[in-house]
């Protein structure tokens, strides 16, 4: 696993949950480039669900035991893990 791609909360995350390989987690990854139509296919290939959040970054939701597969992938760029909105401490400016 290149470690240098991932984030911290994504190294604790994954320490934590290592025995727990069948448990999904969500995911932003920066990509080097726009994502191509078999980068696209590689992901489905790995079962991996994606929704694309702009032209760079999108959200996976991803097994454990596939971020060691998608740090290899040379055009992912960084692996962040996604964060809960605080709705509480949210507001909207018009």
Known sequence: MNYRKLDPELIDAI???KNN???SIFLLIDLETDITNKQEKELQDLN???FKAD?????????IDII????????IKHL????RL???NFSLVV
């Open 48 to 50: 991996v669900n994606f």
């Open 86 to 88: 605080d709705t509480q």
């Open 21 to 23: 390989k069948n448990y």
């Open 80 to 83: 962040t893990l996604s964060k």
């Open 55 to 63: 032209n760079k970054i999108y959200l996976f939701d991803v097994k």
């Open 68 to 75: 060691d597969q998608l740090t290899d992938m040379p055009w």
């Open 15 to 17: 320490d934590i949950l």
